[in-house]
């Protein structure tokens, strides 16, 4: 038996309720919460986030169904609602993207959080401290003050957003002249129906990143078992780095919705794409920024962990050519064996190399490799853009030559 099974806490399934209990030293930061108790028991999600199809459909339909009937209700109402970019990539594109996120992260957070252990990460003497972080980000996930103040947010500053638009002066789908709250009936089920869908959607995601990261701080704050040796340059937590592409599809999502925006400005009002280059870059690297840099919670930790095996590995780097000079170079005469082929070669190459490995090893939990992947997640939606500057052609010719 492991330390973990023969430590496995039976009382964290009470926090989850008995429809979705949690392993041991395993949590998940969407399965949880009121809105999926409610998914749960109308047949939307199941205990293992299944039925995500039905689910895609149900919620997608609800948000951008009733807007085509109603539209399609006033004259050219419908016309100009399938023109609306906008309205059509974030509720068809974009909302499913961000609910079918959750199976991807549920699939990858769990076994991350049980590596930790698995890895001997967390040692068995700081368990307790591990299953009391555990614990708390379960009870956090599952609090319904926290999802109905992400409901009382959406009709408040969300409305107020609306408030805040730029006034409505030639007719649309949705509202008239004459003020943003001269709406259509496809408008009012815009306002207060599908837009609060996706702004509610997106504020659980928020949450959810605060709950993983606040998880990871609580982690890092553990006396964490790091070996500066370990090939992944991070001691050992180069998996937490790697874990974040879970968030890609969160990322993607985002730059649908600011793709769409853009595609509508490009397409109906002649604005250059080249205009928004600025605005584009900046939402990459914020984003990107966003999931990434919470990770240098373990940076001192790791500084920690690198100047200890400096010193380590420098001393026994010392002692051993210290010894092999004494053998090799300084002994006369010299020794009967065999140069080539010894082991005492090989031995101060295997030395050299695991030196260079803690010389190498990373302040974060993460590389460049790990920035530019996040950073082409976010900035993917907007390729579709390029062709309103160049032709297919062009744009393929010029793709080859970044890539080549």
């Known amino acids: 038996m492991t ?3 023969g430590s496995a ?3 964290l399934r009470w926090l989850v309720g008995k429809e979705f209990p949690e392993e041991p030293y395993e949590f998940s930061p969407v399965r949880g919460g009121p809105f999926f108790q409610l998914l749960l028991r109308i047949h939307l999600t199941g205990d ?6 039905r689910r895609l459909v149900v919620i997608a339909a609800i948000a951008w169904l009733p807007l085509m009937i109603l539209a399609s209700l006033r004259g050219a ?11 059509h990539v974030r509720l068809l594109i974009a909302l499913p993207i961000l609910i079918a996120a959750e199976t991807v992260v549920h699939s990858r957070m769990r076994p991350a959080v049980r590596a930790f252990v698995n890895r001997r990460i967390v040692m068995p003497d700081d368990l ?28 408040t500053f969300g409305l107020l957003l609306w408030n805040n638009r730029v006034p409505i002066v030639s007719p649309t789908w949705y509202a008239v002249p004459g003020g943003r709250w001269h709406l259509t009936p496809a408008g009012y089920w815009y306002v207060f129906i599908s837009i609060p869908i996706v702004q509610f959607v997106l504020l659980r995601w928020y949450f959810r990143l605060f709950l993983w990261y606040r998880f990871l701080w609580q982690v890092s704050r553990i006396n964490l078992n790091l070996i ?3 090939p992944d340059h991070c001691a050992g937590l180069g998996f937490v780095g790697k ?3 879970a968030f890609a599809p969160i990322l993607f999502a985002q730059g649908t919705m600011l793709a769409g925006i853009v595609a509508s400005r490009v397409l109906y009002r002649g604005e250059s794409l080249l205009s928004f280059k600025l605005q584009i870059g900046g939402f990459v690297a914020f984003f990107v920024l966003a999931i990434l840099a919470p990770l240098a919670m373990f940076s001192p930790r790791l500084a920690f962990a ?5 010193a380590r590995y420098g001393q026994l780097a010392q002692d051993y050519v210290e010894g092999f000079e004494r053998k090799w170079i300084d002994h006369d005469p010299p020794p009967k064996e065999d140069l080539l082929g010894a082991a005492d070669i090989q031995s101060w190459a295997d030395l050299s190399n695991g030196y260079k490995v803690v010389v190498s090893m990373r302040p974060v939990p993460f590389g460049l490799d790990d920035i530019a992947r996040l950073a082409a997640a976010t900035s993917a939606p907007f390729l579709p853009l390029l062709l309103t500057i160049w032709s297919p052609e062009e744009l393929i010719m010029r793709l080859v030559k970044v890539v080549f």
Do not use: C, Q, W
């Open 3 to 5: 330390p973990m099974e």
């Open 9 to 11: 806490k039976p009382h």
């Open 48 to 53: 293992a986030m299944e039925l995500l199809r």
């Open 77 to 87: 109402g419908l016309f100009l609602f399938l023109h609306d970019v906008e309205v």
């Open 128 to 155: 307790p401290h591990f299953d009391r972080a555990i614990e708390s980000a379960i009870r956090l996930r599952n609090s319904y003050v926290v999802e109905l103040t992400l409901v009382i947010l959406v009709y």
């Open 228 to 230: 500066t040796t370990h």
């Open 243 to 245: 874990n974040a592409y």
């Open 306 to 310: 690198k100047r200890r095996g400096l």
